[in-house]
């Protein structure tokens, strides 16, 4: 009796806290879309710009995220020009990304509480990822796709149905139109499909499955060339890729990831060390892991069970893209991918990372369990304390923009007087953003980049670094970002 009352609690229980989590993400989200302030990088939004505009990239900008602007442009024109619907498609792909988190986690695990394990801590690793379900940009999408494209990768390899690859490499096509960074991601289904097809399937026998995943895979990259090879080249042309890493792949790619992905907190460095070069050691053990049994059966003639089959492939997935990059670099002098522009190593090497070590300790089930259980309580703890409904971790100048212009909207007592402004580069279009939107002919902004300052502004809002450059003309009224940014006003 007591058994059957524990089966049945096991049973809802799981899926009750699944939605629990997801209510509770969700909410969380919505409240940053309305809180948080315009950012440097959302304001590329304009009305010139038709469709095919900004299909093709003719402006040549790299903050141009191709589906996520054509979803923005529908949205604004067809509802409302603010902030919700200026972000609505990524708080749409949070939800896709639950949804295909949580059946990627029920369809690897059979554990309900592995699968339960595996579908947190995708959505809580990176502070940084859930900031990003919030904005107005093509990151969201991307993971979102990437997310969906994983699982129905998975559902091919068990299934074997054309179907679903199809679906698979849709999904990575469209991360890839979402962000070109997600490109890397495209060329590890391809090449883990393939890898995949010459270890396991090499007989005859299989010839004609072959020539349909061949044919599928290479008509994926013929739509993918034709929807990007314009933007793409437009924006390399245009130079917008050099504010990437130069120094190599662990300093920038994994060291970026590490300190704003998953630690966003600025964390002191021997950690920040010690997490880079295990997430190096994980990756050098995981491949000869995952090498030695494939010998192993070889050598024995043996069929490789579907669990190592998984395995390898959820390995390729990360390890493709680390190739990829590194490759890009040396031969193209493509800089390296960091911070947000490499946001998909974080889901694809957790993905591994948990099925790699449960598969490693199947039969000391035990182990596997309270050490994920002690993984879920940092992940919680570090995903808790750096959370934040007002401001971004990378655009974190912008977090008090709206009360500084209040501010000197509501010093100013002739209403009717326009009040000129100057402000830092950094400053310059959310500032534009916000005067458009919430005061409307109240400020002339005249930007950073003219030389030097003079006693023509009203007010400066400068960096505290850049102090000494405002005329001695002018009276200091407040900080701003903890003191990072200074308000001054003619006297």
Request: hydrophobic share 50%.
């Amino acid at each position: 009796m007591l058994h059957q009352k524990w089966s049945l609690v096991n049973k809802y229980l799981q899926p009750f806290i699944v939605l629990v989590c997801c209510a509770v993400l969700v909410r969380l989200n919505v409240l940053q879309m309305l809180n948080v302030s315009i950012t440097h990088d959302e304001t590329g939004y304009r009305l010139t710009d038709s469709y095919l505009d900004l299909m093709q990239n003719k402006f040549a900008s790299a903050n141009n995220h191709i589906l996520h602007s054509l979803f923005r442009k529908f949205f604004i024109e067809n509802f409302a020009d603010n902030l919700f619907f200026l972000r609505l498609d990524s708080l749409l792909a949070q939800l896709v990304f639950l949804l295909y988190s949580y059946k990627t986690a029920v369809f690897t695990f059979e554990n309900r509480w592995m699968q339960l394990f595996a579908f947190i801590a995708l959505n809580i690793i990176s502070p940084l990822i859930f900031e990003f379900w919030g904005l107005s940009r093509g990151y969201a999408l991307a993971l979102s796709f990437l997310m969906m494209s994983v699982f129905y990768l998975l559902r091919y390899l068990a299934a074997g149905r054309y179907v679903f690859l199809i679906l698979s490499l849709s999904g990575a096509i469209l991360s890839v139109y979402s962000n070109f960074s997600f490109i890397n991601y495209f060329v590890s289904v391809i090449g883990a499909i393939f890898m995949h097809r010459m270890m396991f399937y090499r007989s005859l026998v299989n010839f004609k499955s072959m020539v349909g995943e061949a044919a599928i895979t290479i008509s994926s990259g013929i739509v993918l060339s034709a929807l990007i090879i314009t933007p793409l080249v437009n924006v390399y042309g245009n130079g917008e890729l050099q504010f990437l890493g130069s120094t190599g792949f662990a300093a920038d790619t994994i060291t970026s990831l590490t300190k704003e992905g998953i630690l966003i907190a600025n964390g002191d460095k021997p950690l920040l060390d010690f997490l880079v070069n295990a997430m190096i050691v994980i990756t050098w053990l995981a491949g000869i892991y995952w090498t030695t049994l494939l010998v192993i059966a070889f050598k024995h003639g043996g069929q490789v069970e579907k669990a190592v089959r998984w395995g390898v492939v959820l390995y390729l997935l990360y390890v493709i893209p680390v190739i990829s990059v590194v490759m890009q670099f040396r031969l193209f002098h493509i800089n390296y991918l960091i911070d947000r522009t490499a946001l998909f190593f974080i889901p694809l090497f957790l993905v591994h990372f948990i099925y790699c070590v449960r598969f490693a300790f199947r039969k000391v089930a035990v182990v596997s369990g309270v050490f994920f259980a002690a993984i879920l309580v940092i992940l919680t703890y570090n995903f808790v304390t750096n959370l934040t409904s007002n401001s971004t971790r990378l655009w974190w100048y912008s977090v008090d923009d709206i009360a500084v212009l209040s501010r000197m909207d509501s010093d100013e007592a002739d209403k009717q007087k326009q009040i000129n402004v100057w402000v830092s580069w950094m400053h310059e279009p959310p500032f534009i953003y916000d005067i458009n939107h919430f005061f409307k002919g109240r400020f002339v902004l005249l930007n950073g980049k003219r030389e030097g300052m003079d006693t023509t502004y009203d007010y400066y809002y400068v960096p505290s670094t850049e102090t000494d450059r405002v005329p001695l003309s002018y009276a200091r009224i407040e900080g701003y970002v903890g003191g990072g940014f200074i308000l001054y006003r003619k006297k």
